[in-house]
């Protein structure tokens, strides 16, 4: 029977490229030795407890109910979602392989996964699967409310059906911690806070408006701002200066992306281009969905004249600038700043 699970590659998807670029799931677990031939949680916790003496007996218990699924449950097969934390997506894969230790490799515990879409974007599903996408376990199985057909359906139209498929009458049952689903942890409030802000801002500034929310920005850090107008832009969106009345030497031509499919090794290029033609000294590629691994390769090895801003960084400028942007940018995005203690601190 085939499952639906979570597999994330890093806390603040520092794994995430690779995994999709290489076809593998990358849960991390560095530290941890060849789990190969060990067939059981308790087993697991074994080898565990012997690499982390210092965390407690119900972190230990935790991380070998993870890794026990990732090792012995998780099925040929079985579908699998990266909810990305660097783009706005998540990407969908069938699981192809075991379990494999590669001791030579810098994450050592993988397994091969083909992926079926690299980038479906979030507005794409109901808010209950949103939320669970939003689960703070490394890997866990979702399968309330019809989860992995509304999954596969979103896959074949692009559209989840809904919660219930038409059923009435749903009843589940709490998951005990060491057999956990995404329903039954803590949510990551700050990412999934993180994600209804980046729809809001897909929706408020779709298309070339974009442009309009990433000018303001750089005017409020201290840039002269041109956008250029809708249409073929020929590689650049904005032209952006620093200096008295924009004539100093610091000048950027801005590239902005603000669909779901990653930027390619083509768009880099163009840019790079722009920033020859116009004279600028930098070139800065913002993009929502991120980049292909080729672009992103590209971009690393032109580390003195392109740089990108995927979604933490532009979310970086946003909170950092939201004060002084214009009451009609602010009313677009309404957004309230609070403070809450951190999860594990006793109130």
Same mark, same amino acid.
């Given at each position: ?6 597999? *994330? ?5 520092? *794994? ?8 593998? $799931? $990358? ?161 990551? =409030? ?22 309009? @929310?990433?000018?303001?920005? $750089? ?47 083509? =768009? ?46 532009? @979310? ?32």
């Amino acid at each position: 029977m085939t499952r639906l699970w979570i597999v *994330r590659a890093g806390r603040h998807g520092e *794994r995430e490229l690779e995994a999709i670029t290489q076809g593998r $799931l $990358l849960p991390g677990f560095g530290e941890v030795a060849d789990l190969t031939g060990l067939k059981d949680r308790e087993a697991i916790l074994r080898v565990l407890a012997a690499t982390y003496p210092t965390e407690g007996a119900n972190t230990l218990r935790n991380f070998a109910a993870q890794m026990n699924q990732f090792v012995n449950t998780i099925g040929v097969g079985d579908l699998v979602v990266l909810p990305r934390k660097v783009t706005s997506g998540v990407a969908i894969g069938r699981v192809t392989g075991p379990y494999r230790h590669d001791p030579a490799a810098p994450i050592a515990h993988t397994r091969a996964v083909e992926w079926l879409n690299e980038a479906v974007p979030r507005e794409a599903f109901a808010q209950d699967l949103r939320h669970s996408f939003g689960a703070f376990l490394t890997i866990c199985e979702v399968k309330r409310n019809e989860a992995l057909a509304r999954v596969e359906a979103v896959l074949k139209t692009g559209k989840d059906p809904g919660p219930l498929l038409g059923k009435q009458g749903v009843v589940t049952v709490k998951a005990p911690v060491e057999d956990a689903e995404a329903e039954d942890v803590e949510l990551d =409030v700050e990412d999934i806070a993180r994600q209804q802000i980046i729809a809001l801002i897909k929706s408020a500034f779709a298309g070339h408006d974009l442009a309009y @929310l990433v000018a303001e920005i $750089l005017r409020i850090e201290g840039y002269v701002t041109k956008v250029s107008p809708p249409g073929p832009d020929g590689g650049v969106d904005i032209l952006a200066a620093g200096g008295r009345l924009g004539l100093g030497e610091d000048r950027i031509c801005v590239q902005v992306k603000s669909g779901d499919a990653p930027a390619n090794q083509e =768009v880099v290029l163009k840019l790079m281009g722009s920033v020859q033609a116009a004279k600028a000294r930098t070139g800065l590629l913002v993009s929502i969905a991120g980049v292909n691994g080729p672009a992103q390769k590209l971009i690393d090895s032109e580390f003195f004249s392109v740089r990108l801003w995927q979604m933490p960084e532009l @979310l970086t400028a946003l909170f950092a600038s939201y004060g002084q942007l214009s009451d009609e940018t602010r009313a677009k995005i309404p957004l309230k700043q609070i403070w809450a203690p951190v999860a594990g601190v006793d109130a």
